[in-house]
């Protein structure tokens, strides 16, 4: 077995701005495992703000290749390693290869139902009201809008896309860009302006304060939320969690806190970090009965994997079998 983790480097559209930075490309990891004549493919992306690089990454995942040429499961790889970017993308891997092996897709293997199409949010980016207001309106044919806030006039920003995009659902995210009192401010605002949920408003060390006050529209852990570990200390605070592959460690722990969070109460959202087509493939496999997915980190990139994933007014497709699964 042949174990290849290389960086790669995707441009953005547009620059992509959120409450901690903005930038203008995408740095990923993407694995590939030689067996028995297969190449079976992974990928994740690194996040600083989980403390990940892509150098480390890839030495975590290079220390696997003997574990992984003696034999190492992917069942045995989630007590092996611990949960964040390297072991999401050996892990998708390591499916990709039993698909290959097996010549039944993911999805077969995992025990779900055959996959379809699944609307996905399309995020318009942190930047001035105008902007957003432009590219509101250039998208409003889209029914689902993801906006990013955060800063300062966020109220404008809000206004601002709702007028560009009057008949879309919209959701928010302030990427722990609030304090409790700034979220309970905007919180009438929000409604108002028919924002159906907001996703991590504070940050995930202050979230307490969530239980506390009043939380007249949903509210989804994301960066509080990384596995079934976490579930315990979202009850109270959080309707509903966002699960990201690149958090979880892969796919076999995202479809088991999928199943995990739904027995504690929880509404589920599929979310990603921003990718390519080989990243959101699996996760479309966990975001078929999601209440939300925000699945569209290739339509933010300028360049993307072939085959890529199809987007049309169905939503994201399931991958083909040539990209992933």
């Not at 097996?102 to 025990?111: D, E, N, Q």
């Not at 990013?148 to 560009?164: H, I, M, N, P």
């Not at 994997?305 to 083909?320: K, M, N, S």
Request: aromatic fraction near 4%; proline fraction near 7%.
């Amino acid at each position: 077995m042949k174990l290849v983790a290389i960086r790669e480097v995707f441009p953005f559209r547009d620059v992509f701005a959120i409450s901690r930075g903005a930038r203008s490309e995408q740095v990923v990891v993407s694995v590939t495992i030689e067996a028995d004549g297969i190449r079976a493919h992974g990928e994740c992306t690194p996040y600083a703000r989980y403390g990940e690089s892509a150098e480390q990454v890839i030495a975590d995942i290079e220390a696997m290749a003997p574990a992984l040429s003696s034999g190492l499961t992917r069942l045995e790889l989630q007590q092996e390693m611990p949960p964040g970017a390297a072991r999401n993308a050996l892990d998708c891997a390591l499916w990709d290869l039993e698909a290959k092996r097996s010549g039944k897709p993911v999805w077969a293997l995992a025990g779900l139902p055959a996959p379809g199409p699944v609307i996905t949010a399309y995020t318009i980016a942190l930047e001035d009201a105008a902007t957003m207001n432009r590219k509101a309106a250039a998208n409003a044919w889209r029914p689902l809008l993801k906006i990013k806030l955060g800063g300062e006039d966020d109220v404008t920003r809000l206004e601002a896309v709702r007028a560009g995009a009057p008949a879309s659902r919209i959701i928010v995210d302030a990427n722990e860009g609030w304090s409790a009192d700034e979220y309970a401010a905007l919180a009438p605002t929000l409604l108002r302006l028919g924002v159906d949920l907001v996703e991590q408003p504070l940050p995930a060390d202050a979230d307490d304060a969530l239980a506390g006050i009043a939380r007249p529209l949903p509210v989804c852990a994301d960066e509080s939320c990384h596995d079934r570990a976490s579930l315990a200390a979202l009850a109270g605070k959080y309707d509903m969690v966002n699960i990201k592959l690149d958090k979880t460690g892969g796919l076999t722990e995202a479809l088991a806190l999928r199943d995990a969070a739904r027995q504690a109460g929880f509404s589920v959202m599929v979310g990603c970090m921003v990718g390519s087509s080989l990243a959101m493939a699996p996760a479309v496999l966990v975001a078929q009965s999601a209440a939300v997915a925000d699945l569209d980190g290739p339509l933010l990139l300028g360049a993307d994997r072939e085959p890529p994933l199809v987007y049309d007014t169905e939503g994201v497709h399931p991958a083909d079998p040539a990209l992933w699964g």
